[in-house]
DNA sequence: CCTAAATGTCAAGTATACTTTACATAAAGA
DNA sequence: TCTTTATGTAAAGTATACTTGACATTTAGG
């Protein structure tokens, strides 16, 4: 997966300590997703869509190759 | 978080083994999203986001109660 | 009624998404 | 330079999302 995470963050000033307390998760959380060490659960990822007002899958693509989430 | 998964299914005229192959899961995970014993994964939402024509949170929607997911 | 297909569910194992704590580094300001 | 803030990362633990295999129940058709 891809993510805007980090742009649309910036975008808005806020520090990734910031937007973790805004959906509810850890810093680290915020942090290992920007850096894609792993994707954000479903809730989420829907947490941080309506937060950004943009579609979950506009905030979040499939990676193009077949098989690999 | 509730989901629409079983009514789009039957729309298709799919059984839950034919949806998993479509989107590459068990049988028995789709059969525990539809009975909602768990959510989907954000990569597995979105395949089947786009197997179905439906935005992501259109298909899956946030419990209104304050914190659970 | 009998059978087969579809669904529901359980158990046990693995992978992934988190948590807290801790520490290292880089940037910015006094 | 010293300190503060933001970020990156790691380890260890827990919760959740899967897997396969098995079996019970429901549904549809003969």
Known sequence: M????????????WTQEE???RVGVSRQAIN????EKYDPSLP???KL????G?????MFAL????DHG
């Open 2 to 13: 891809k993510n805007r995470l980090k742009v649309l963050r910036a975008e808005q000033n």
């Open 19 to 21: 937007l973790a307390q």
């Open 32 to 35: 290992a997703i920007e850096t």
């Open 44 to 46: 989420l990822a829907i």
């Open 49 to 52: 869509g309506k937060l950004f």
């Open 54 to 58: 943009k579609p979950v899958e506009e």
């Open 63 to 66: 990676d193009e190759n077949t």
